[in-house]
């Protein structure tokens, strides 16, 4: 009787020691990626061991890095993805770099956190197409994973932490240093005389309309087509309509970030456009309505290039 | 039935278990509660900022939507933490959704409006001024965004398009309409966004809700405590509830008890009156046949048996009284009683027992305590027997004084008793348990002494049946003080004209400094000058130069007895006055057991103030030149003659010196050679050893070792000197005989040593050595 009078509301809440970043704002439309401040070593180390296993996927064939490669762009390099029993996505996948400055995940922004991206492949029949009770089960059993799990603070393999440590390994994965960064930071010399002109075309033409911020872009919705037509075919996925249902939604999807575009390819949510100058071209008609001269697209493509960063080694 | 029996408890049960579930769930819904205060406060702290952030998007310095999109994720992640399901929750989505198609919209038309303002899309006058006052147009339009402007800029636009064809450079004037038509599309959609999310009261809406979360909480704390104090209650009912039949089945069972133990008192008391009846007849026969002609073994069979008989009656006795008392059965009476006669009794009863363990036993009668008191005078003695009895049982040395005075509290007389005793003592454990009935101070003690343990439990409770109180002070090893009041009537206060008998001189011989103290206590009531001495010689000098009405001689002194002041008066012809032999013996006794007939005073020990009187009286009529001194006639011979008295003998063949300053030992040992023929001349000491030797010759001699005045050892190493062990054999008699002393014994000249406890057939072998043994009696009894 007395069990029920002492009963505790009180929520186990380990405190886990974050990724922590070190931010510089300024005063421009793009942002520099943060420096890394502090990370959780151990859980880092488990993270990306679970990245990289197999176990995670139905069949044992696929892990999260069979198509977010952190050292190739954080993707796989095809239009979209095989995932398990080769079956084929219907979305080129999102790079994982620097996905943590992305304000939602997804092409279509339905997952609000890494967190809450993880269990999305996870579960996707056409990607690895399996469970958490699968994962515990098959991870208790190996040798690696129990005792590792055991080694942080004696945890339970469960999903909450198995997602903890994924997202902890995410969090490590962005590339600062890039020489767009350099430069808004001061350093003149980082971009050559044609990437300069390109950066101000970027801007002056309106293209930090979207892509601006952290990641130069992945900070809000856009609709496809905004200002004049688009090739139909881009125009088949209705991108956010999907899940909301609402008109305004219709090819609504997340600005994609523009960081290390150059090792993305192919573009595009459905990954149908190869090269960055179709890619240029296409933006800059439908999204502003402006034709670019040969030497303005070479100006931009060049400053694309400006865009790619190094990976974080952090251990 | 039976469930009826338990209804109580069911329903105690029963509110309890609803009470801790409400408080359970009260604390569930708390715990919730709490949580969604929480979010809703960083709701509180996050919206307004959010808000700002959202309303400042359309100025052309906001240049980037990192802030605006960190802020929607943590409040999107707030809002995952809280029940999705609310009206509130609903608004903050929707005020999300709506912000998010806003942020999509405005972030064009500033862009659109920044590209339209500076592109150059013109190429003459005429489209210069056309696309000027488009562009004035539509800057007037986004101030105040109408539909008759709209169409009036499309209305413009198209003209221009049409008239100024071949002068645009299609692909400025193609940018140019394309942002135009979005502004003109999108501008008034998203000034009505902008505007429902200022007037959505999202802001409002959770301050409201927080409101709420408080309101509710407070029900919440109300039900909890409704919740817990239904716990208390009913776990309090609960307890009394059980308490109270506990109760009642213990008000059952006492009844029960009390019944069971009245029943046993009764059969006791019944049991011991049976048994009581035979064993006087038993008592009464033996007396009777004690008196008759009897042989020695007869005689000594039926003692025995008296004593026994009497053992038990004592027994049967306080197990008689003490279920009487228990039973209630014992009634104190009241009546007037002389106390000096109680006292008087008590002095024969335990008199004798104490003078043979060598205690002192004193009375200290205060004479404030009136001739006749209103008391149980047979239960008065019997608690002061007890207790005194007990003292001299657990004293080996010293003495049991009994103290008695009347004292006066409040107006209420209480005769104070205070036994003391310098025996065993009692650890405060022991104390604690010592009148419950059937216990004494520890089992070492009850196998030493013997006893029931009944005899301080009857004293507590006949105390207790006198209103009486009984204490006890006491220190193992050092001896207990009992202290017993009892309340008591005076029946009456005038006490007969005290005699006074100044001028009377009293000599006291008496070695132990209490009864000293005592007796002069007496002699100061009397008014009468007292002499105390300690020992004999004392006693002979003040005797030899003053005189006295009165001499006390206490019978048994340290090492001499009371024979040899007598023998020293009577040679040296001192006057004593009456003389008056003090002993808690029989008279009868001392003449027994010393063989010497006396004639004269005798006074039981200890004294009171009575026969202190008594002897006072009768010497105030004489003169102290009157007295004769009593006479010793020597009845037998048993008691061997003393060196020092001894005249000088001719030498004696059979005779054997025996230095001994033991009188037990004496006699033993004594006993011993004269079964066997021999003689035996004494020294109590190795001085009268010497002085013997230097008048007689002896075949042998029987050295104690240790004695006072000079030792074995010393008064040997003298010996030695002047005999050879040929010449004069000494054998020690010790008790010491470890390796070392043999030893030391043969160093200093020894023939040989007897051991002690003696034992007979030794002593014969080594007698036999030097004398011949006529009488052999190997079955003599030592």
Partial sequence: MFILLTQSHAEDQNPVQETVYDFTEIEHPIQPIPTLKSVNKELVLLGKALFNSPLLSKDNTISCASCHMPNFGGEDGFPVSTGVNSLKGSRNSPTVLNSVFNFKQFWDGRAATLAEQVSGPIHNPVEMGTDWNSIVNKLSQDSYFSGAFKQMNNKEITAENIIRAITAFEETLITPNAPIDKYILGDKTALSQQQVRGLELFMDYGCTTCHQGINIGGNLFQKFGRISDIPKNLLTDLGRYDITGDDYDKNVFKVPSLRNITQTGPYFHDGSIATLEEAVTIMARSQLGRELSPSELADIVALLHAFSGELVEIL | MKLLKYLPETFCLLTLLTCSTLLSYTQYLDGKLHNTREQLSKLENLL??????????????????????????????????????TEHAQLVKSYLDLSSLYIQLVSMTKT????????????????????????????????????KLRNEISTLLAQTNNANNANLNKNDWTLFTLHTNFILDNYQTSAMQRQSLIVLPVVAKTIE?????????????????????????????????????????????????????????????????????????????????????????????????????????????????????????????????????????????????????????????????????????????????NLLSNAVKFTEKGHVVLRAELQNEDGQDFLTYQIEDTGIGLTAAQQSKLFQRFTQ?????????????????????????????????????????????????????????????????????????????????????FETEIDIASTVSEAINLVSVNSYNLTLVDWNLKTESGID??????????????????????????????????????????????????????????????????????????????????????????????????????????????????????????????????????????????????????????????????????????????????????????????????????????????????????????
């Fill in chain 2, 112 to 147: 659109s409006l920044r590209l339209i303002s500076s592109d150059k899309v013109h190429s003459d006058n005429v489209a210069k001024d056309k696309v000027t006052e488009l562009k004035q147009l539509i800057f007037k339009f986004t101030i105040t965004p109408q539909d």
């Fill in chain 2, 48 to 85: 307004p900022q959010f808000q700002i952030q959202l309303l400042n998007v359309n100025f052309s310095d906001h240049l980037h939507y990192d802030d605006i999109a960190q802020l929607e994720s943590q409040i999107e992640m707030t809002l995952s933490n809280m029940d999705q399901g």
């Fill in chain 2, 441 to 525: 101070a520890d089992e070492a003690t009850t196998r030493k002494y013997g006893g029931t343990g009944l005899g301080l439990a009857i004293t507590k409770l006949l105390i207790d049946l006198m209103q009486g109180r009984i204490d006890i002070k006491s220190r193992i090893k050092q001896g207990s003080t009992f202290t017993v009041r009892l309340p008591s009537a005076i029946s009456h206060t005038n006490k007969p004209n005290k005699t006074s008998y100044k001028g009377l001189k009293v000599l006291l011989l008496e070695d132990y400094p209490l009864s000293q103290e005592v007796i002069q206590n007496m002699a100061l009531y």
């Fill in chain 2, 209 to 385: 809700a927080i409101d709420e979360q408080y309101a509710r909480q407070a029900e919440l704390k109300r039900n909890e405590l409704v919740g817990f104090s239904g716990c208390v209650i009913s776990i309090l009912l609960l307890l009394l509830v059980v308490l109270k039949k506990q109760q009642v089945v213990l008000k059952t069972t006492s009844k029960e008890l009390a019944h069971a133990a009245n029943v046993k008192s009764q059969f006791l008391a019944n049991m011991s009156h049976e048994i009581r009846t035979p064993m006087t007849g038993i008592i009464g026969l033996v007396e009777l046949s004690l008196k008759s002609n009897l042989t020695e073994q007869q005689r000594q069979y039926l003692e025995k048996v008296d004593f026994s008989a009497k053992s038990l009656l004592t027994i049967i006795n306080d197990i008689l009284d003490f279920s009487k008392i228990e039973s209630g059965h014992l009634h104190i009476e009241k009546v007037p009683f002389e106390h000096a006669k109680l006292i008087d009794n008590l002095t024969m009863m335990l008199g004798r027992v104490a003078e043979d363990k060598h205690i002192e036993l004193l009375f200290d009668i205060s004479p404030n305590i009136p001739d006749s008191i209103i008391g149980d005078p047979v239960r008065i003695n019997q608690i002061l027997l």
């Fill in chain 2, 565 to 782: 002041f007598i023998n020293k008066v009577n040679s040296h012809g001192f006057k004593t006055g009456l003389l008056v032999i003090c002993s808690a013996y029989s008279k009868e006794y001392i003449q027994n057991s010393s063989g010497i007939q006396f004639s004269g005073d005798y006074l039981s020990k200890p004294l009171t103030l009575a026969h202190f009187e008594e002897v006072l009286d009768k010497s105030k009529h004489r003169n102290a030149t009157d007295y004769i001194p009593p006479k010793l006639i020597t009845k037998t011979a048993v008691k061997p003659t003393t060196v020092t008295e001894k005249e000088t003998t001719p030498v004696k063949q059979q005779k054997v010196l025996l230095v001994e300053d033991n009188e037990i030992n004496q006699i033993i040992v004594t006993e011993i050679l004269s079964n066997l023929g021999l003689s035996v001349d004494l020294a109590t000491n190795g001085e009268e050893a010497i002085e013997a030797l230097n008048h007689n010759q002896y075949k042998l001699v029987l050295m104690d070792i240790q004695m006072p005045v000079l030792d074995g050892i010393e008064a040997t190493k003298i010996l030695r000197q002047q005999h050879t062990n040929e010449e004069l054999p000494i054998y020690a008699l010790t008790a010491n005989v470890t390796e070392e002393d043999i030893n030391n014994y043969t160093k200093i000249g020894m023939n040989g040593h007897l051991s002690k406890p003696y034992e007979q057939q030794k002593i014969r072998e080594v007698v036999s050595l030097y004398y011949q043994i006529t009488n052999d009696n190997p079955d003599l009894i030592i």
